[in-house]
């Protein structure tokens, strides 16, 4: 998928939500673990309710490896019913050296290989171009790199001064001719929206993912406020506070809700760009 097909999905659903599959088998229903494969039947059911209010997925892939070769089962069943008009992300958060990448790539992008072909995969900057590239050299595959992330420990290097630019700012700089805005985008937490302007004067025009909506507080209108472009140039992610809304039998329907009070803000909020 182009960023220019993704922002057309924006127009049609009025929507740049991302739904997180963090999918934690300890968290599932308990009428559901009767089932053969609780966290696809899980997944099924969620993404079922809410892709009329989502354009993207992301399954977090610790989720599924904490599971052995049965999480991969139901992570590879779960890609095959995500509907096709969604962007789909896996988020593994890999890098490695150059050869070691691409298998990287190819376990996430390469459906002869691995049985899986994801549209992007969250990939760490820290070991430089050499372990991004690999994964950029399949065509109309996306790798998202982490900029400043949501979590606290961000401060810990992404945020430290080099030269006069902080980490995360020498990675946007840097990394930006790697690729394009067709394959490459940026994790920055919704947690830290102020920054989100400054990262707009680097990179005005990629994609950016936003995690940190929802149970990380993060808010949706500072975010919009800051970080969207004339493409809208954002999605925002939630993944608790969609699909764990319910613990109860009605989980599904609980999420649609979630969803879709979260599209309406959307919806709103891309007004001034539709
Ligand atoms: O900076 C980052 C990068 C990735 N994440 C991931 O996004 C989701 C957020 O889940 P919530 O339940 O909505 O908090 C999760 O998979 C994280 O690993 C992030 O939160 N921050």
Redesign the pocket.
Known sequence: MTAAELFGQIQKKKSFLCV?L?TDIQRIPEFLKKEKDPVFEFNKRIIEATHEFAVAY?P?IAFYEAQGPKGWESLQKTLEIIPKDCFTIA?AKRGDIGNTSKLYARAFFDKEASGMSFDSVTVAPYMGEDSVTPFLEFEGKWVIL?AL???KGSSDFQQILVDDDKVFQKVLKTSKNWGNTDNMMY?V?ATKAEALQEIRQIVPDHFLLV??V???GGSLEEVAKNGMNSQCGLLV?????IIYASSGEDFAEVAALEAEKLQKEMASLLNNLL
């Open positions: 997180g963090d992301k977090n988020d982490l992330t949501s979590n994790v937490g995690p940190g929802g149970a990380q992610n939630s993944s608790r506070g």
